[in-house]
């Protein structure tokens, strides 16, 4: 079952850490080439006919005003369209999105999206700065962990879930990590470690925070009737959604849940005719360990108020009845805002396909189904997500 | 009769800091303790909650007062006035007439003349009068040690008034003591002996003087006896020359507990006695500032017995306090800062000045747009043509209530530059109309919030770009 109008053929992804020795331009490159390189038949760039960058922080490299050619022009493929995508957190997916949207117009037969971003040629300080920018009262003092904080405070008010538990997601996903070659952290931790971090922002300590990250991801989508030439072994495109809500804080109507998160899912479930029963396995948004917990209520793998529960009885592990980020997830691999979604495309083609035994035997989930869920959650307000279901089913 | 005043109104500081903790850092001592600002207070801000507290006092609406005169040596700019964000966050009238008195601890009282006369000139018919300061002295000398913070307002007008201001009697030279050059953040004195002397107490001493033999009055007919306080010193001296009891002046004796306020050193010590004043007590109230004194005969009437305020007095707020040591102390007035330069506010190009003119009425006042079809407040109005919930374009323009409860917060450990009131709180909140607001907390431990505790707004500097402040409403637990 499945919409399955776009094929996923390949995909690419480098080291993700703090790159000091990579610019922006060099990690797309690696990028790219790993992904075409990789194409199971070979692949021929000049099939390209569009592509797509999701790109956030470009002030960062030194673009004042970054475009598209700032992918196809370093990677010898000026001349063709290229979008740049800057959509918050989920600026990576959503460029994915868009290369399906393109491919499923009719108008591009193989499209290229590619996600990168340089978080690490900016000072801490700097990324804090979204604290003083926006509406100069709303949104004073507002950064990526007091805008999650407060609904993970008022989470753990209404349905008692813990610090221990939110530790308990920290501690599988860096675990997850320690097994993947490509995470940004390779070592994991333990609850003691979490709940003795010191506090970034009430719930969160250190260790419930994803750290500052560079990287880049890419990946090569295609008609579906034309998957075969590149692979015998497409993914194909499921389902996908987005939503979106208010954009200040206070105009939340419920501060238990992400309602960009479950529109978008409720839209990828409908498209590919599956609910969260089908699933193998899922990439979820987990910027902060309490994100995952949410998301698992959002996407609907538990009931609401239960996400808690859900990672305390070891659902969402590896070999757990849900395997929840097994590359590590953001927690490990860090966040590299446009990357972000690629990868988890990229874990997700690897994890279907069972080639994640290659890297690391230890990490790979049973592939039981065929569906796993790719879901990005964020931007300011928190205010957009993408949800995105793959399958190896035709 | 002439114009008194209608009612009153205080503001301190929550944060006091004891003398001898000032003394310790630089090998000296001290007794008593001055009042501190908060980092996201200053001139403008206590002088808000003075006013709003005097207006309610009075029993008129801010929609009522003809002018508006701030007295202040500390304002926030040497040029740009004060008294518009004032005048604005009351909700006042735009044909209000407003003035800024400055350069003298004597302002308030030049201020309150001027009003007077506006007043019985039939100019205007209500008048409100600030003092509000924040002067600070270089550290290690006693200008530091002595110096505290306040705001202090009066509404004026003829009527049901609480006093009854008989003769005022102003004594004037050209003596110049205390100054504070442009560019320079503290106070400084030449010779404390010269400006004893020949300053306050020869301007002080002939003021009252002068206004007993003016009057026909002994000065025992005065019940109280209300003197600036630049320290506890000069005006015990002036007290004894004039045969001035302590049951006298004791009662407005707020330096031992508040420190120099300046403009609003007199007009406090006349709140606290009025606090306890009884009708047909007798009241002198004597300023000093800059080669300046005018002399105050009060008297006081019936109407304080209904217009004395029982709560947000001058006793709540003495007894509302937190004790900071020196470190903290200099960090809130901005003697020490976080290194780094804060970013400025971002795209688009939200200047403060630009927004602030763009925002002012709807964050100064709180003022939402209630949707007419589906009843949901928006807010930022001017943001929100649309409603947010239904999509309806009609809305009626509504204030928010002032208190809620919190429906949840977070507490931010780690900020950049720019940030000086570390961890932040910030604070969403039901508020008694139903309505859900963000802001940033103030003055609240970590471990004292918690999810349905009551807060109330607070106006305060919510940020800062290139010295130009951004105001709006904070969030403080809520007080009585």
């Known amino acids: 079952m499945g919409w399955n109008k776009v094929a996923l053929v390949g995909v690419g992804l480098i080291k993700f850490g703090e790159l000091f020795d990579k610019s922006f331009e060099e990690m797309v490159e690696e990028a790219y080439l790993n992904c075409i390189n990789s194409i199971d038949k070979g692949f021929d760039p000049k099939d390209i006919k569009a592509a797509w960058l999701g790109e956030c922080n470009s002030r960062t490299h030194g673009h004042a005003s970054i475009s598209g050619a700032a992918l196809t022009g370093n990677i010898g493929l000026a001349g063709i369209p290229c979008t740049r995508v800057e959509n918050g957190c989920p600026t990576g997916s959503d460029a994915f999105r868009n290369g399906c949207l393109g491919v499923a117009s009719g108008v591009y037969d193989v499209v290229l999206v590619v996600g990168a971003e340089k978080m690490?040629?900016?000072?801490?300080?700097?990324?804090?700065?979204?604290?003083?920018?926006?509406?100069?009262?709303?949104?004073?003092?507002?950064?990526?962990?007091?805008?999650?904080?407060?609904?993970?405070?008022?989470?753990?008010?209404?349905?008692?879930?813990?610090?221990?538990?939110?530790?308990?997601?920290?501690?599988?996903?860096?675990?997850?990590?320690?097994?993947?070659?490509?995470?940004?952290?390779?070592?994991?931790?333990?609850?003691?470690?979490?709940?003795?971090?010191?506090?970034?922002?009430?719930?969160?300590?250190?260790?419930?925070?994803?750290?500052?990250?560079?990287?880049?991801?890419?990946?090569?989508?295609?008609?579906?009737?034309?998957?075969?030439?590149?692979?015998?072994?497409?993914?194909?495109?499921?389902?996908?959604?987005?939503?979106?809500?208010?954009?200040?804080?206070?105009?939340?109507?419920?501060?238990?849940?992400?309602?960009?998160?479950?529109r978008a899912a409720k839209q990828a479930y409908a498209m590919a005719g599956i609910g969260p029963q089908d699933l193998?396995?899922?990439?979820?948004?987990?910027?902060?360990?309490?994100?995952?917990?949410?998301?698992?209520?959002?996407?609907?793998?538990?009931?609401?108020?239960?996400?808690?529960?859900?990672?305390?009885?070891?659902?969402?592990?590896?070999?757990?009845?849900?395997?929840?980020?097994?590359?590590?997830?953001?927690?490990?691999?860090?966040?590299?805002?446009?990357?972000?979604?690629?990868?988890?495309?990229?874990?997700?083609?690897?994890?279907?396909?069972?080639?994640?035994?290659?890297?690391?035997?230890?990490r790979q989930v049973a592939i039981?189904?065929?569906?796993?869920?790719?879901?990005?959650?964020?931007?300011?307000?928190?205010?957009?997500?993408?949800?995105?279901?793959?399958?190896?089913?035709? | 009769?002439?114009?008194?005043?209608?009612?009153?109104?205080?503001?301190?500081?929550?944060?006091?800091?004891?003398?001898?903790?000032?003394?310790?850092?630089?090998?000296?001592?001290?007794?008593?303790?001055?009042?501190?600002?908060?980092?996201?207070?200053?001139?403008?801000?206590?002088?808000?909650?003075?006013?709003?507290?005097?207006?309610?006092?009075?029993?008129?609406?801010?929609?009522?007062?003809?002018?508006?005169?701030?007295?202040?040596?500390?304002?926030?700019?040497?040029?740009?006035?004060?008294?518009?964000?004032?005048?604005?966050?009351?909700?006042?009238?735009?044909?209000?007439?407003?003035?800024?008195?400055?350069?003298?601890?004597?302002?308030?009282?030049?201020?309150l003349k001027a009003c007077l006369d506006a007043i019985d000139a039939g100019r205007i018919k209500y008048g409100l009068v600030i003092g509000s300061d924040c002067r600070l002295g270089e550290p290690g000398t006693e200008q530091e040690s002595n110096m505290g913070a306040a705001a202090v307002a009066f509404v004026l007008g003829k009527g049901d008034v609480v006093v009854q201001i008989e003769k005022i009697h102003s004594y004037a030279t050209a003596f110049r003591d205390v100054w504070r050059a442009d560019g320079q953040q503290y106070i400084h004195i030449f010779e404390p002996r010269f400006n004893r002397e020949y300053g306050y107490e020869r301007h002080v001493r002939t003021a009252a003087s002068d206004l007993l033999k003016d009057a026909g009055r002994n000065i025992t007919d005065f019940k109280y006896v209300v003197f600036q306080q630049p320290d506890d010193r000069l005006h015990r001296t002036v007290a004894k020359s004039i045969k001035v009891t302590s049951e006298q002046m004791d009662p407005a004796n707020i330096f031992p507990v508040i420190g120099d306020?300046?403009?609003?050193?007199?007009?406090?010590?006349?709140?606290?006695?009025?606090?306890?004043?009884?009708?047909?007590?007798?009241?002198?109230?004597?300023?000093?500032?800059?080669?300046?004194?005018?002399?105050?005969?009060?008297?006081?009437?019936?109407?304080?017995?209904?217009?004395?305020?029982?709560?947000?007095?001058?006793?709540?707020?003495?007894?509302?306090?937190?004790?900071?040591?020196?470190?903290?102390?200099?960090?809130?007035?901005?003697?020490?800062?976080?290194?780094?330069?804060?970013?400025?506010?971002?795209?688009?190009?939200?200047?403060?000045?630009?927004?602030?003119?763009?925002?002012?009425?709807?964050?100064?006042?709180?003022?939402?747009?209630?949707?007419?079809?589906?009843?949901?407040?928006?807010?930022?109005?001017?943001?929100?043509?649309?409603?947010?919930?239904?999509?309806?374009?009609?809305?009626?323009?509504?204030?928010?209530?002032?208190?809620?409860?919190?429906?949840t917060y977070t507490i931010a450990y780690v900020l950049p530059p720019g940030f000086d009131e570390t961890p932040l709180p910030m604070i969403i909140a039901d508020l008694e109309d139903g309505v859900r607001h963000r802001a940033v907390g103030t003055e609240m431990k970590p471990e004292q919030i918690k999810i349905g505790l009551d807060v109330e707004f607070v106006f305060r500097i919510i940020s800062t770009e290139d010295g130009v402040n951004v105001y709006g409403n904070a969030f403080r637990l809520a007080r009585k």
């Open chain 1, 120 to 262: 690490r040629d900016d000072s801490t300080a700097n990324l804090l700065n979204s604290a003083t920018r926006g509406h100069p009262v709303l949104m004073r003092g507002e950064t990526a962990p007091s805008q999650f904080a407060p609904l993970a405070v008022r989470h753990m008010y209404e349905f008692g879930t813990t610090k221990q538990q939110l530790a308990m997601v920290a501690v599988k996903n860096r675990a997850n990590g320690a097994l993947d070659p490509y995470s940004h952290n390779q070592s994991p931790i333990t609850i003691e470690d979490v709940l003795n971090s010191p506090m970034v922002c009430l719930p969160f300590g250190l260790f419930d925070c994803c750290p500052q990250t560079d990287g880049a991801a890419a990946a090569i989508l295609v008609r579906a009737d034309l998957a075969k030439k590149y692979t015998d072994k497409p993914v194909y495109i499921a389902g996908f959604g987005m939503g979106t809500d208010t954009f200040y804080i206070h105009e939340k109507e419920s501060f238990t849940e992400f309602v960009a998160t479950v």
């Open chain 1, 368 to 394: 039981k189904k065929g569906y796993g869920l790719q879901h990005n959650v964020g931007g300011r307000g928190i205010s957009n997500s993408v949800v995105t279901l793959l399958s190896i089913n035709p």
């Open chain 2, 1 to 111: 009769m002439g114009a008194g005043i209608l009612g009153y109104g205080v503001y301190i500081p929550k944060f006091r800091i004891k003398r001898e903790d000032i003394g310790k850092a630089w090998g000296g001592r001290g007794k008593g303790e001055n009042s501190v600002t908060n980092y996201n207070e200053d001139v403008i801000t206590m002088a808000v909650e003075a006013s709003q507290n005097a207006v309610k006092n009075s029993g008129i609406t801010p929609a009522d007062l003809g002018a508006i005169y701030l007295g202040t040596a500390s304002a926030p700019q040497i040029e740009q006035s004060s008294i518009g964000t004032i005048a604005l966050t009351l909700g006042c009238k735009t044909t209000i007439d407003l003035a800024d008195f400055g350069a003298s601890p004597r302002a308030s009282v030049a201020a």
């Open chain 2, 261 to 407: 306020c300046g403009s609003a050193s007199m007009f406090l010590g006349l709140a606290a006695v009025l606090d306890h004043a009884q009708a047909g007590d007798r009241i002198l109230a004597v300023s000093y500032g800059s080669g300046a004194s005018d002399a105050l005969s009060l008297m006081v009437s019936q109407q304080i017995e209904q217009k004395r305020p029982r709560e947000h007095n001058y006793q709540s707020y003495l007894t509302s306090k937190e004790y900071i040591d020196y470190t903290t102390f200099l960090r809130h007035v901005g003697t020490l800062k976080k290194p780094g330069k804060p970013a400025d506010l971002g795209i688009p190009a939200m200047t403060p000045l630009l927004s602030s003119y763009r925002q002012a009425p709807e964050l100064l006042q709180l003022l939402g747009g209630k949707c007419q079809s589906c009843g949901y407040v928006n807010f930022p109005p001017s943001e929100h043509r649309i409603c947010i919930r239904c999509g309806h374009t009609k809305f009626d323009r509504v204030a928010l209530a002032r208190r809620g409860k919190i429906h």
């Open chain 1, 280 to 362: 193998d396995l899922a990439e979820v948004h987990d910027c902060f360990s309490w994100t995952e917990i949410v998301d698992y209520e959002d996407l609907g793998f538990c009931p609401k108020g239960q996400g808690g529960k859900f990672v305390e009885q070891g659902h969402s592990k590896i070999g757990g009845k849900l395997p929840v980020n097994a590359s590590g997830g953001l927690l490990s691999k860090g966040h590299p805002l446009g990357a972000t979604g690629v990868a988890q495309m990229c874990e997700l083609f690897w994890q279907l396909r069972q080639e994640v035994p290659k890297q690391n035997p230890k």
